[in-house]
């Protein structure tokens, strides 16, 4: 479990729960990182993504469940987040409050790429959790 007692870990813990944009790194199969920026929701102890399912972090991540997470930093490069994690494809439907939560969360996100909810649940139906195991940052 993350200590988000301490002074930085409570700075990072307020962050994941406000921002919007979290980027994944994957490994590929010849163990090449690969960094993108995905939508998640944070619930104080996991991650939850949604993907495509023919999406390249997909297979990544069925070979190799490692990832790293983070967020942007300032732009001198402080107020660094960088989370390590194992990853898991869920096999059952995400419960119907944390979908709800999800989607709220992105309202304005979805509008601003002309998709409507059933849009994004039809074509992003793939739900990643991830369970971080490492925090570290300044």
């Keep these: ?77 402080g107020d660094v987040v960088v989370l390590l994690g194992e990853a898991q494809m869920l096999s059952t439907p995400v419960s119907q409050p944390e979908m709800d939560a999800y989607l709220k969360k992105y309202e304005q996100g979805l509008k601003g790429i002309n998709m409507t909810e059933s849009d994004f649940q039809d074509s992003y139906h793939t739900a990643i959790r991830i369970k971080p195991t490492q925090l570290r940052g300044h």
């Design 1 to 77: 479990m993350i200590n988000f007692s301490t002074e930085f870990g409570q700075r990072a813990h307020k962050r994941l729960s406000e921002e919007e944009i979290l980027w994944l790194t994957t490994i590929d199969a010849q163990g090449i990182p690969q960094p993108r920026p995905v939508w998640f929701l944070w619930d104080g102890e996991t991650f939850l993504v949604f993907s495509q399912s023919q999406a390249h972090k997909v297979a990544h991540i069925q070979n190799r469940n490692q990832v790293a997470l983070n967020l942007n930093s300032t732009f001198t490069g």
